[in-house]
């Protein structure tokens, strides 16, 4: 099945896709996850996180494997893309919290029962399951494959530990990438949901709005640089 998984350019096309959308709506839990190493020795930091690595596969394989058995049920779809949906509603419409990102603080009870190291290695388990739950949701609306959505899941997980500054980088120069994560999202609710009443898109269609969904992206990037750079300029001639 591996064979037949990574032999198909269809099945790279879905992993894929699943690996850009880990990477667009994990970078700022990258940066969540080192925020609450910091307290730890250098030497320590990279260990609680290769640890939490670990862990992180642990559950998204658990989480796969238990997605597999609910997915079939009809409702259990349905559910995925409200939340989903609730997930665009809630970034376009009602706006996100901006709260300060804390640090384990070394009160909590994890610290005084584990200890510091293997309490802090705990809370970020805990995290990884929180990120997680979006992140399993959408790769279930993308393919109901178990390979398809293992592979994809483990290139993200690692892509979330070692290319989310490139991400943030990514972002930060083309900030209309982060909605474009989340008109994906939408897309893809609406994928799961259509799915409930057996309207299953063609790979080509998908793949297809994904590719236009980026190329327009990139367009409105550059058509927003042009508009601030006369915006600075008229402003420089006043």
Known sequence: MWVEVLSDPVSWGYIGTLVILEGLLSADN?????????HLPPDQRKKALTY????????RFLFIGLGMLLIKFWWIKVLGAAYLAWLVIKHFWL????????????????????????????????????????????????????????????LGILMMRTVAKFFLVLIDRVPELENTAFILIAIIAAK??????????????????LILAFAA??????????????????????
């Open 30 to 38: 990258a940066l969540v996850l080192a925020v609450m190493v910091k």
């Open 217 to 238: 992206t990139f367009v409105v990037h550059n058509i927003n640089k042009k508009k601030t750079a006369s915006e600075v300029a008229a402003s420089k001639d006043k």
């Open 95 to 154: 706006g996100e919290k901006e709260d300060d990102v804390e640090g384990v603080k070394k009160t909590s009870w994890l610290i005084r029962t584990f200890g510091v190291f293997w309490g802090t290695v705990i809370s970020v388990e805990l995290m990884d399951i929180a990120f997680s739950a979006d992140s399993i949701l959408a790769a279930f609306a993308v393919s109901e494959q178990v390979w398809i959505l293992l592979v994809g899941g483990m």
């Open 52 to 59: 939490g690595l670990f862990g992180a596969y642990f559950f």
């Open 192 to 209: 799961m949901f259509a799915s409930v009443f057996g309207i299953h898109v063609h790979h080509l269609v998908f793949f297809g709005i």
